[in-house]
């Protein structure tokens, strides 16, 4: 597993023509596929997309159906904490259970 950071390049909304850069944590699931997330909102945006190596650095996918999975999970997780969970722990946290029991 390696951490990465993924980087989207995005229209600015400000200037026509001009472009910015969103990046975000992320997790090298594959050579074409990552996880990564957005911590700025209340929650957690966490999304699964097709990416593509530029330069050494991990970029989204513009190919069309390059976003797999997408959700937003109810409290901020980290994707240290988000690599850390097992499955149950991750479908607990994504319906919003407040503690998984064994």
Do not use: C, W
């Amino acid at each position: 597993m390696d951490f990465v950071k993924v980087t989207e390049i995005i229209e600015d909304m400000v200037a026509v023509g001009e472009v910015g850069r969103l990046t975000r944590d992320g997790i090298r699931l594959s050579e074409s596929v990552a996880v990564s997330i957005d911590l700025s909102a209340p929650g957690t945006y966490l999304i699964v997309e097709r990416v593509v190596e530029i330069d050494g650095e991990i970029h989204s996918s513009n190919e069309p159906g390059q976003l797999l999975f997408d959700a937003v999970l109810p409290k901020h997780i980290s994707i240290q904490e988000l690599a850390g969970m097992t499955a149950l722990e991750f479908l607990a946290v994504s319906v919003g259970v407040k503690e998984v029991t064994s």
